[in-house]
């Protein structure tokens, strides 16, 4: 029967993925000086397991740059070599290849062979170093020995052992002993002649077993330690005449003699050298220490907290809430209209469900809730490589990694957040020169900030660099023939960057200049419901806040009238509604028809003409006035009346229909209708660009 390996690939590609990012966070955050031998240590952790997994699944490219890099790795965290930067330069090259060679597997264009073969050399290069400690370095063995490993595995429902069974036949030579019976609960018994030591073993059979449902020992009724501290069975106790020291691991080994040169097999396993060795010290040094047992517990019950889902099939739980949410809408509006006392355990029912489905809807949006860290650990590395390329230098501080946002979102955070962090460092903080004659630290700061704030997360990216120019900024906007007056308010300037095509840049580099980035920053953070905000002190520096909604799947929102239409409003957007009098209109040149709320006069959008429905109140006296807020603009909606507020389940409209201007979905109503969901931002939008679009055709007129 043959095995098929794809079935595996996608935990392998994730679990690769969340090695290499590790490696990296690792690696930028290195003291090169005096680096941690924990941080070494994890660090060749992430190669070795990213090499097995390679290997086991047949990568071989992947195995081999991984087998070069973890080489070098083994030398550095033993103290044989010295960790210069040139290294941390080359091993941050290495993780782009190997993240290259990884998404080539995944369909991805191929890398060049030459590049491949530049980043061994330049790893092998850096291994021919002079090392700091000669009589530590231990001769590699010619050839690894093969030995015989024990693997018993439960019958697990849904699991094909037998499958499993040849994958490892593909590394091993197998000899089943005993089959599995699922009736009587006996296990699977393998006798596995091969050259991979335990914990390759454990890592091959965990990509398709939970660890509890198998084991894995060096003889049969003897159990062992996995190399990672896990103990399958119990370990036998260390001779007291030996001295033990800590491997890096949190395992305790025997100390090397000149008597019995032992070597590290690379997971806390010294076994003696080829020809050398003593079969005394080797069964000796097998065994592992009990002051590792309390961290076997804690490995266990985190794996066992856990769980890798598809997306997809969180996606479809999320859908079958919606629709339950739909069904819940329609029981309670049909309930309305039932007497209460005749029945009261039918409303009371129907209410315990909408209780019942606002906590499910909850709990399953949670699911799909990632830490904004997914997004922010990938900046270390372009504030570095940008610092390098532009001679800054730059300090990146990070605040709020674990506030969670919707996956959706963080998906689609990452290109904007790199426009803006990018600008930071090139427009932003000045040269190391520049900020000293300003008696400024020659290190900028960068600071990304993520926080709740209301019923939005807020993701803030300060620098301490020049701040912006607003005088450059409306020579700029001029020069374009835009409508610009020296008397515009700060924000008003500071939104001008984001109009498509505008650069302040006095060259074009490969960093900045060309005018493309801000516009598009805008308008994707508007796709997703939210907007930016920027504020700027010159000399003092800019922070620029992305404001999003906590997820867009469901949402809380205001049914209105308008004619015989149901139209929905976000919840978030409405600050009041009301009803005015005669004397709170006016018309005011440049922005039409107004209204005072309060001494501020707000522009009113009759929604019966912007979307032509018929049979509408076009009077503001004779209607209700629903004031919205969006980008620090109010406005103010006519609608024909308030119908209630609720959840509503989106619906994309995009699908099927082109985008409306003004509509940014739609959803299912209690009654089975549908009602159109507003674009409060895109109104907002297209009535400040009328307004500048009057204001600038009547001063021409003037002119």
């Avoid at 912007?610 to 919205?628: H, M, N, Q, S, Y």
Wanted: charged share 25%.
């Amino acid at each position: 029967m043959a095995i098929d390996m794809s079935q595996f690939h996608q935990v392998f590609f994730d679990e690769t993925d969340e090695h290499l990012a590790s490696m990296e966070s690792l690696l930028l955050a290195l003291d090169i000086q005096a680096p941690e031998q924990e941080a070494l240590n994890a660090i060749f952790r992430a190669a070795h397991s990213i090499k097995g997994g390679s290997a086991t699944f047949g990568f071989s490219d992947l195995a081999e740059l991984t087998h070069v890099l973890e080489n070098l790795l083994d030398r550095i965290r033993k103290g044989v070599l010295a960790l210069t930067p040139t290294m941390v330069d080359a091993f941050l090259h290495a993780k782009d290849v190997l993240a290259a060679l990884l998404a080539a597997h995944r369909g991805a264009d191929p890398v060049a062979e030459e590049e491949v073969e530049h980043i061994k050399q330049e790893l092998n290069g850096l291994g021919d170093g002079d090392a700091i400690s000669p009589v530590a370095a231990k001769p590699a063995p010619t050839k690894a020995t093969p030995h015989t490993l024990y693997i018993e595995i439960d019958p697990v429902d849904g699991v094909d052992v037998p499958a499993l069974i040849e994958l490892i036949a593909q590394q091993a030579v197998v000899d089943v002993v005993a089959r599995g019976e699922s009736e009587t609960h006996q296990p699977w018994v393998l006798c596995v002649e091969s050259e991979m030591d335990l914990a390759e073993v454990n890592e091959t059979l965990a990509f398709a077993l939970d660890p509890s449902a198998f084991r894995v020992t060096l003889e049969r009724g003897i159990e062992e330690d996995d190399g990672f501290g896990l103990f399958i069975g119990a370990p036998a106790a260390p001779d007291p005449a030996i001295a033990f020291e800590e491997d890096g691991f949190g395992l305790f080994t025997p100390l090397e003699t000149e008597k019995d040169p032992l070597e590290d097999a690379g997971f806390g396993l010294f076994h003696p050298l080829p020809g050398e060795g003593d079969a005394t010290v080797a069964k000796q040094t097998t065994s592992s220490a009990p002051q590792v047992a309390p961290h076997v517990e804690r490995t266990v019950a985190s794996g066992e907290n856990s769980l890798r889902v598809n997306i997809e099939k969180v996606d479809l739980l999320l859908n079958l809430v919606g629709e339950l949410v739909i069904t819940q809408s329609m029981l309670m509006q049909s309930g309305a209209h039932l007497d209460p006392v005749e029945n009261e355990r039918l409303l009371n029912g129907i209410n315990l469900l909408q209780r019942n489905s606002r906590e499910l809807q909850e709990a399953v949006m949670s699911i799909r809730m990632t830490p904004v860290a997914f997004v922010f650990n990938r900046f270390p590395r372009v504030v570095r490589d940008m610092a390098q390329k532009l001679d800054k230098q730059v300090e990146l501080k990070m605040v709020g990694e674990n506030t969670e946002l919707d996956k959706s979102f963080i998906e689609k955070l990452s290109d904007p957040l790199t426009h803006l962090v990018r600008n930071s460092l090139d427009h932003g903080i000045e040269l190391p020169s520049v900020r000293a004659a300003k008696g400024k630290s020659e290190q900028g700061k960068l600071t990304l900030r993520a926080f709740h704030q209301g019923g939005s997360i807020v993701i803030e990216v300060t620098d301490d660099g020049a701040g912006l120019n607003r005088e450059r900024i409306l020579a700029k906007a001029r020069e374009r023939g835009m409508p610009v007056t020296d008397s515009m308010h700060d924000t008003d300037v500071w939104n001008l960057i984001f109009e498509p095509g505008f650069s302040t840049a006095a060259e074009v580099t490969d960093v900045s200049g060309r005018g493309v980035g801000m516009d598009v920053v805008k308008r994707n953070i508007q796709i997703l419901g939210g907007r930016v905000e920027i504020e700027s002190m010159h000399d003092y520096g800019t922070t620029i806040g992305i404001h999003l909604p906590l997820t867009l799947a469901i949402m809380d929102g205001m049914s209105v009238r308008i004619g015989a239409e149901t139209y929905i409003l976000p919840l978030n957007f409405i600050l009041e509604s009301l009803q005015p009098r005669a004397h709170d209109l006016s018309t005011v040149s440049g922005k039409g028809r107004v209204v005072n709320v309060r001494g501020e006069y707000l522009p009113i959008v009759g929604l019966a003409q912007k979307f032509c429905v018929p049979d509408a109140r076009l009077e503001p006296t004779e209607g209700i006035l629903i004031i919205v807020e969006s980008d620090d603009t109010r406005l103010a909606l006519l609608v024909d009346d308030l119908i209630g507020q609720q959840q509503f389940v989106v619906k994309n409209l995009e699908t099927n229909f082109h985008k409306v201007d003004g509509l940014s979905g739609a959803t299912i109503m209690g009654d089975g209708q549908v009602a159109l969901i507003l674009d409060v931002i895109s109104i907002v939008r297209n009535n400040q660009k009328m307004a500048q679009g009057l204001t600038a055709m009547l001063a021409s007129n003037e002119v």
